[in-house]
């Protein structure tokens, strides 16, 4: 699995992350292609059935990145959203799918390195735990 | 009461379109007032395009303003003249008539789309403005250059005719004459900005001489990404990276040379050590920097920070000196620079690979020469003077300076006298008439899409090289031609250029298209403008999905080209997708509540009100005390001479006079609600403490600043130590008193530069200059001892700096690691100190010990109200702006502003220049009749809905309710649009429009489909 190039969603809050995307953007800091943004107005606005569908369809790993603690434009939304990733994770050791699969991050629309950063971070993570067990069950 | 000028002249004249003069043009335009904008450059943008980055971000920070210049929604009231200069002004407030003349472009600007093809066959005759001279032309780091257009040379070109066939837009006109045209203003903002010193004369320097002997602009073009060596930072003489870098401030500023200023140039400590940070950060271990200066002036808000950081976290090294010369011996490759440090006073000699000289500001000899023509009064250095309560007004009435032109300053300083200067130039022009119905083309009626089958168009940008440099664009459009419901895939130079846009809606007409993709770059950016485009069309402006291919794909992974094709390809089918699940939404508006809550009646707050009062707003001025006036109401005396007493006294006469300000006193904050347009703020006041609220539109923050008491120095144990504040009392009540005194210490920097209080004070260089000046006045046998760290006397203040030398004040520095000791002696005072010239110790016995003590933030009320209203603050206790380069005065939070000592230590001036600019910013705001929410809604599907309550008490801002009818409601003009009731609800009952569940699911259908097969 030398070649493995895993598929990695993130849904990212218009507020901070997506925003900070575009700041390592102009600032041209160089992350791998294997990460995929979905803009939400919120990191709250995604629901434990985003998550799911995305790992159905064949993510290797997904991560919801919201605004610093205590930044959110919604007054709480992140903290919502932490609550919820904790929940799925549960799930997800129940049906055989590695929690380390999914992840909140946080950070604020200036941080364009630490998107880049936790992007890259992220992508080697899954790289090692190698192809979502999701793809076994496809293919079967 | 002004009477209303005709329509004519009810204009504001900008003169210079660099920061400032953008920045005014867009205050007033936004706030619907006419604008000619003139600028004698290709393109607006001035100085700070030229910039690679900006302190103390350590960002380009071009982009985050330009493209607004371009914004058709507030080009209806500006109207802009490149290539233009002034040649005459006639008339008065009110009333002026300017002769302008505009040189020949040889370029139609309403053809030229920048395509490029000129520059590519004759490079030598097309000045090239989108990237600027300096620029690589494949630079398109500032793509957004206004006008989008080049420019001709023609003295250059030889083959005319092949030139303009080179044009595939037949946009050359050889016969361009220029032309000269009278126009009429109300007022005018003159704002043309600063030269830079030319050091060439001053021999010693070998700037004339030496390649490696740069200005610092120069420096910052050989540093830049796009600057002349493609971001290789090389020595001009040889080409190679240097080793050792040193900087030598002060060049042409505080009178060391020969035709010099006797001011302080301001930004060139920090423009030295942001060259000197970014240097390190690019090369670490395996470059010195050293920075030989006389004192380092960081004064401005959090700028100490970034001084101590380029100290201690990168490793700049700084020498405390005077340069002699810089020489290159015979035979050798470095320069050899000698100087003579602070103590010894010996010569030293240091070898570098490049010197770099921080230039200062100067007035360029053709602006002083139109100062002179506008009849502006000018000082010594030719600036012209300006009032000594009010730094944007000139000595002629309707005639206001905004930038460097007033006194040498930094970016955020200019931006803030920018947005001052709209404010007094745009009440110049009376009352707002009647809104004057725009010829606006009527927009076609939408198209019914709704059953329809999907036909989408798919539009590439290639964004000149920024997308089309990384993956093959053409290939892009082909693919996208592929997918399911793709009616129209095509390719696109720049989507968002004028020419592309008329295109996209011809195809969408032509094509009967009614979903549009466009895949360029960031929807947070452009999406607005392509939303404008379909809607044009004749598409419901909801029906289009930015696929962000540039942000996200090609300026992140440029170095892996084939990764990056597919993952476009990715972001396009997703696109798509989601695209064909849109559906026509409704925008949704509220009215504006045009009221204004002012917090603080400090001359900020007072300044504000007034100006906001007088154009026709409702302002409540609300106050914690039981009285006006803030902490001013305790100052005399400004450095320039200015009566503070009085200025005050009638600020507080005209405030509670007016008819449109109601003053709330003894008023103590506790609740906030609402949006920006719609807030409610609930305080309780008088001294029953009474509860009311207040509805209002916008809110500004003018709570001032503390000063700093701290127990240092035998403050409050010994009666001869006093604050300078105390100081400037006793020398104006009790001269007699100051008479007989034979020496007095001033100890600069107490409480303040500290590990505790980091940051600098700003106001207390010149309160001590003052002062000693003032004691001097009354008693010139007295002994003055300034014993300071740094003097920061920035701007036109050195000059009372160097009258203090002259008047024999004598200013010896220490350290903080050596501070003066004190012991008291019956009613007086020995302070013993070292002096580092003399290098002994010396005791003084003072009448007076008088310390300068500074600001700090008003950390208990800062921290409630930051609470209350969510607002940041940095870590000293000051609230936190939007952006600390380009807006100064704006909260992060929409329709929050912050003016005064609430946003950092400043002097009366800058306080009044900021409240003049947050009310310029209000107005912006306030010009407004309606609030705009977009379609970002949460929507109940009724049939759905099981009336859970699960929504009611998951929304953060308590909007749903369920109705009479037993389900879940919820006001689309009042929901926020976060999408939190959507995400919990169990029945999936809810969708957020715009982000409906289905679309985002698309999405990942599209992104998997082809991955998993």
Known sequence: ?140 | MQNIQPQYNNKVLVIGGGMGGIRTALDLAEAEKNVILVDKAYAIGGLMTQLDRTFPTNNCDLCTLSPNLSESSRQEFIELLTMTTVKDVRGEKGNFTVLLETAPRYINLEKCTACGECHKAYPECVRFTPGLDHRAPTCMRYPQATPQAFSIDLAKCTDVEALMKSCPAGAINPDDMGRKREVHCGSIVFSPGGALFDPSHLDYLGYATQADVVTSLEYERILSASGPTMGQLVRPSNGQQPKKVAWIQCIGSRGLQKGAGQYCSSACCMFALKEAIVTKERFQDDIETTIFFIDMRTMGKDYELYYLRAKNEFGVRFVRSRPHSILREHGKENLTLTYSAEEGGANLTEEFDMVVLSTGFRVADDVKELALKMGLELNADSFPKTDGFNPVVTSVPGIYVAGVIQSPKDIPETMVQASAAACMAGSDLGPVMEKVEREQEPLPLETGVVGEEPRVGVFICDCGENIGGVVDAAALAEYAGTLPHVAVAELKGHGCSRESMQQIQETIKAERLNRVVIGGCSPRTHEAKFQEVIRRAGLNKYLVEVANIRDQVTWVHANRPQRATEKAKDLIKMAVGSVVRAQPLADHSLPMNKNVLIVGGGITGMTTALQLANQGLKVYLVEKSAGLGGLATSLRRTLEGGDVQAFVKDLVLRTESHDNIQVITRAIIVDHSGMPGMFKTGMQTGKQMFYRQIEHGVTILATGALPNRPSLYLLDECEAVSTQRELQTLIEDQPGTVKAWDNVVMIQCVGSRTPDNPNCSRICCQNAVKNALHIKEINPDARIFVLYRDMRTYGFQEEYYLKARELGVIFSRYTLENPPKVEATDQMVNVTFTDPILGRQITVTANCLCLSTGLVADEDSNDELARIFKLPRTGDGYFLEDHVKLRPVDLPIPGFFVAGTAHSPKTIRESVAQALAVASRARTMLAKDSINLGAAAARVDKNICAACLICVRSCPFGIPFINADGYSEIDPAKCHGCGMCASACPAKAIQLMQFEDDRIIAKLEELFERNIA
């Open chain 1, 1 to 140: 699995m030398d070649n493995f190039e895993p598929v990695i969603v993130a849904f990212c809050c218009h507020y901070c992350a997506y925003t900070a995307a575009d700041m390592a953007g102009s600032q041209r800091l160089s992350y791998p292609a294997n990460v995929k943004i979905i803009r939400v107005p919120c990191s709250s606005k995604v629901d434990a059935l985003h998550i799911v569908k995305a790992f159905e369809k064949g993510a290797d790993g997904v991560y919801v990145a919201g605004c610093l603690e205590g930044d959110c434009h919604f007054k709480n939304g992140n903290s919502r959203a932490v609550r919820l990733v904790e929940y799925v994770q549960k799930y997800m050791d129940e049906i055989g799918i590695e929690r380390e699969r999914l992840e909140m991050v946080m950070m604020s629309a200036g941080m364009g390195y630490r998107f880049a950063q936790v992007a890259t971070e992220i992508t080697e993570k899954i790289r090692k735990l190698g192809p979502s067990p999701i793809h076994a069950a496809i293919s079967l």
